[in-house]
């Protein structure tokens, strides 16, 4: 009985291992209200899904009224919640440098978890960083 009792443990343990595995990462519904760079293509201002995934690590971006999913790249870092993201944990932020008029989507972060994931640059914001003097734009925050 003992041994019965043991299997089916193990197999319920299994089996919530894999349901939490297939479950998907919140959704985020960001209005992002400026033209912006992410992925080396540049983005109209407007109402974006964004989802967050903690594993394996990717962001991806879809407009509202799109099908099309872009999956961003990221480096590898983790964000900290800094600045006006830390007012409240429990809303996605995406975080933005600004070149000039230009803005290049950095890092993003779900809803109630710490961290956010930083994006790899791409070629395009890295010229944006040469022709500012490799100086780092300003910040901007978008918080929904």
Not at 80 to 108: C, H, I, Q, V, W
């Amino acid at each position: 009985m003992k041994s019965v009792i043991a299997k089916v443990a193990v197999l319920v343990a299994a089996g919530l291992v894999v349901l939490s595995a297939a479950m998907p990462e919140p959704v985020m519904r960001m209005n992002i209200p400026f033209t912006f760079l992410a992925g080396g293509q540049m983005h109209r201002a407007g109402l974006y899904w964004v989802r967050v995934n903690s594993a394996p690590r990717f962001v991806e971006l879809r407009p509202l009224k799109s099908a099309i999913v872009e999956r961003l790249a990221v480096n590898g870092t983790c964000i900290s919640r800094n600045g006006p993201e830390r007012t409240d944990p429990m809303k996605g932020f995406l975080r933005f440098e600004r070149y000039g008029s230009t803005y290049a989507l950095r890092a993003a972060g779900a809803p109630g978890i710490e961290d956010g994931l930083g994006l790899k640059p791409s070629e395009v914001e890295k010229e944006l960083a040469e022709a500012n003097n490799g100086a780092a734009g300003s910040e901007v925050s978008v918080i929904q």
